[in-house]
């Protein structure tokens, strides 16, 4: 609509997305759960107001 040029990224493809998906799971997914099991691992709903999100980053930090 505003006449710019489009196009697309060498890495905007299925094959690129699939693989990312496909290293998540074998390499982070699983961080969840060791560092849940370490009880490192801390949960903050983001869907909510900045402040309130900032606020419990910072209590988690214990700042």
């Not at 710019?4 to 969840?32: C, F």
């Not at 869907?47 to 900032?54: H, I, L, S």
């Amino acid at each position: 609509k505003c006449g710019g040029e489009m196009y697309q990224r060498d890495d905007d493809n299925e094959a690129t997305v699939r693989n990312r998906l496909d290293v998540y799971e074998k390499s982070t997914s699983p961080l969840i759960d060791y560092y849940r099991g370490c009880e490192l691992l801390v949960t903050i709903d983001g869907d909510r107001d900045p402040n309130v999100v900032y606020a419990d980053v910072k209590e988690a930090l214990n700042l």
